[in-house]
């Protein structure tokens, strides 16, 4: 069965720095990748996801992640943060090629953008 | 496009009360889920539908949970009795169905349930 782990439980960051929010995951087949992201008082919604092709994936507010299959990662990053980033951040994965779409989250990174 | 709806948002009850969650997901979408979140952690599929039938409910304690999606559209889910340890968000998604797998899931702004 797959599982997540994201090791940051929370990340803290300056305005304007970079950041890599990191997941990892465990599968013995091919799988699919998500990032959503959780605002304050809101439902999750859906940054980006790695689906086959390319290994570096770009999503909505200048977020992008990269698959590495080598080590089982697909770490999230922005060049530039904004105050407005602030939220929890889910990595999430489901096997490919199954019957139907069973999608194992993680426990989230709560990423703090500090003014 | 209407975004997917729950209600209510919110509800406090007290242990070995019953209470019942609505979703109504968005218009045309094949498959349902719903999903405890507790707090501080991810959250964690209690039960998903392919239109009106049940795919996965492995994680559904189904001694005092149980769920419906009539006709395929809206699905309630519901509780009886509660513990204390029922205390989360519970958050409903929907999404098409395609055969291809690595469907976006939409979600609902969630119902968050206090058991006293």
């Known amino acids: 069965a797959q599982s997540v782990t994201q090791l940051d439980s929370q990340v803290p960051v300056f305005e304007e720095a970079p950041v890599e929010l990191r997941c990892n995951y465990s599968s013995s087949v091919s799988v699919y990748l998500f990032w959503y992201v959780q605002y304050p008082n809101q439902g999750l919604q859906l940054l980006l996801k790695y689906l086959s092709g390319s290994t570096l994936v770009k999503g909505i507010n200048g977020f992008e992640a990269e698959f590495n299959k080598s080590q089982t990662s697909f770490h999230l990053r922005k060049p530039s943060v904004h105050i407005s980033d602030t939220a929890e951040y889910f990595c999430a994965v489901s096997e490919a090629k199954t019957s139907y779409d069973k999608v194992i989250f993680g426990p989230g990174t709560s990423l703090s953008v500090i003014p | 496009e209407a975004g997917v709806a729950q209600s209510p948002r919110y509800k406090i009850i007290e242990k070995r009360q019953s209470v019942a969650f609505w979703c109504n997901p968005i218009s045309g979408h094949a498959t349902l889920y719903w999903y405890q979140q507790i707090l501080g952690q991810g959250p964690k599929l209690l039960i998903q539908?392919?239109?009106?039938?049940?795919?996965?409910d492995s994680q559904l304690p189904k001694d005092r949970f149980s769920a419906e999606r009539l006709k395929g559209v809206d699905s309630t889910l519901k509780i009886q009795p509660a513990k204390l340890e029922d205390s989360a968000v519970y958050l409903c998604a929907s999404s098409s169905g395609s055969s291809s797998g690595g469907d976006t899931q939409y979600f609902g702004p969630g119902t968050r349930l206090t058991v006293l």
């Open positions: 539908f392919q239109n009106n039938g049940v795919v996965d």
